[in-house]
C-alpha cells in the first residue's frame, strides 16, 4: 500500500511532473519496486529533465558508463550547466583529452566551476598552450600556488621531466612558497646545506624549516621554530619525539580545552583543518555520487583527501580535514570530513541541495545531512 506522501508524488507525476518523477523513483530505486521507479526516472528523461538525466547519469555510472556520458551529454547540451561539469569531470577521468578540454573550458566560463580550472590548466600545458595556461594561473589569488599545483600534476604525468622543471621554476619567480621549498629539499638531498636553509628560511615555512633543523640535529633551533609559529599540535609531536612526553601530554590537553565549540552542532563537527572551495555544489555532490557508483567508500574518501591536499597548496591534509563546498550562487555552503563514513556518503543520493543558504551538515546522531541556515 502506498504511502500519503508516495499517493501525492504518484498523482503530481501521473499530472506529468518531472520532479514528482524523480521523487518517486528516489523513494523506489532501493527496494522490490525499483523496476517502477526506472520507469518513472525515464520518463521525466523523455520530458526533457535536465536534473532527471544528471541523477540517473550518476546513477548508472557503474552498470553502464556510455549511457552515463549519453545522458550527461543530452543534459549538457541542453544548457544544463551542472551537467556541463559532470561531462567535463567524466571525460577527464577518462583522459579523454580533447572531449576534456572542450566540456572544461565550458564549465569554467564565467568562473561557474573554477574549482576545475586546474585541469584545464594542465591539459593546457600537455599539450604545450603554455601562454594560454600560464594567463588562467594568473587570474588565480595565487598564481605561483596555481602554477605549482601545474608543476606537481605535470611531474606525475607521463612526460619529459624538463616541461615540469620548467613550470616548478616560473613558480619559484612567481612567489610560490612551496616552490621554494622544492628547492630547498633539493639543495640538502645535494648537500648544499647552507643554500637549503637560505632556501627554507625564504620560503616562510616555519614548519618546513623546523623539520631541516630537527634532521640537522639543531634540536634547541627547531623547537624555538615551532614555539614561534603557535603549532601547538605539531610542537606537541616534536616534544614526544625527544622525550618530553610530559611536557607533550599537558600542550595536548591544554589544546582540548581551548579547542571552541561550533554553535549548536557540538562535537560532531569538530575538525583538526579546513580547507574552503568556492564551487558550484550540485555538480561536486552529483560527481561525488557518480563516483560511488564507480568505486568503494575508500576510493571516494581517497578523492576528498586529493581535493584537499590541493586546497592547501600540496600540503598533507590532517586525517579529519573539512572541505567546505561554498556554492557562490546559492550561498549553501557543504561541510565534507575526508574521513567522512560510507553512510554518509551513501546518504548524499539524496540530500536536498535546494534548501535556504547556510550550512549542510552531517549529524551522525539523526542520521541525516542537516541544514543549518545562516551558519
Known amino acids: 500500500m502506498e504511502s500519503a506522501d508516495e499517493e501525492t508524488l504518484h498523482a503530481r507525476a501521473e499530472a506529468g511532473d518531472p520532479g514528482a518523477m524523480i521523487g518517486l523513483w528516489l523513494a523506489l530505486r532501493h527496494g522490490p519496486r525499483a523496476e517502477e521507479g526506472d520507469a518513472w526516472v525515464r520518463r521525466a528523461v523523455a520530458a526533457g529533465s535536465t ?74 600545458a600537455m599539450r604545450g598552450a603554455d601562454d594560454e595556461a600560464l594567463e588562467l594561473c594568473l587570474l588565480s589569488d595565487d598564481p605561483g600556488g596555481e602554477v605549482y599545483q601545474l608543476a606537481e600534476s605535470l611531474a606525475e604525468e607521463e612526460g619529459p621531466q624538463e616541461v615540469a622543471d620548467r613550470w616548478m621554476r616560473d613558480a619559484y619567480d612567481l612567489g610560490s612558497a612551496l616552490a621554494a621549498v622544492h628547492y630547498a629539499e633539493r639543495q640538502e638531498r645535494e648537500g648544499d646545506l647552507a643554500g637549503a636553509e637560505r632556501l627554507y628560511r625564504e620560503a616562510g615555512s616555519d614548519r618546513a624549516l623546523a623539520d631541516f633543523l630537527e634532521r640537522r640535529g639543531r634540536v634547541a633551533e627547531a623547537r624555538s621554530v615551532l614555539e614561534g609559529n603557535g603549532d601547538s599540535e605539531r610542537l606537541a609531536a616534536f616534544l614526544e619525539r625527544h622525550g618530553d612526553s610530559g611536557e607533550a601530554a599537558a600542550l595536548r590537553d591544554r589544546i582540548r580545552r581551548a579547542r571552541p565549540v561550533v554553535p549548536e552542532a557540538g562535537e560532531w563537527v569538530t575538525v583538526v583543518t579546513t580547507v574552503v572551495t568556492a564551487s558550484a555544489l550540485v555538480p561536486f ?40 563546498v561554498s556554492d557562490p550562487q546559492s550561498h549553501l555552503r557543504l561541510h565534507m570530513r575526508t574521513d567522512a563514513t560510507d553512510e554518509a556518503l551513501a546518504a548524499l543520493r539524496d540530500v536536498d541541495l535546494s534548501g535556504p543558504r547556510g550550512a549542510l551538515r552531517w549529524n551522525p546522531e539523526t542520521h541525516k545531512w542537516e541544514h543549518r541556515n545562516g551558519r
Open 51 to 124: 536534473e532527471a538525466m544528471r541523477r540517473l547519469g550518476a546513477w548508472r555510472g557503474r552498470q553502464d558508463p556510455a549511457e552515463q556520458e549519453q545522458l550527461y551529454l543530452r543534459a549538457a547540451e541542453a544548457g544544463d550547466r551542472t551537467a556541463v561539469s559532470l561531462l567535463a569531470r567524466l571525460y577527464d577521468e577518462q583522459r579523454r583529452r580533447p572531449e576534456a578540454e572542450i566540456w572544461l573550458r565550458r564549465a569554467t566560463e564565467d568562473g561557474f566551476d573554477w574549482s576545475l580550472s586546474p585541469r584545464l590548466v594542465l591539459l593546457l
Open 285 to 324: 555532490v552529483e560527481a561525488l555520487i557518480g563516483r560511488m557508483a564507480e568505486d568503494t567508500y575508500d576510493g571516494v574518501r581517497g578523492k576528498l583527501r586529493k581535493l584537499a591536499r590541493r586546497l592547501g597548496r600540496g600540503r598533507e591534509p590532517a586525517e579529519s580535514t573539512l572541505i567546505v
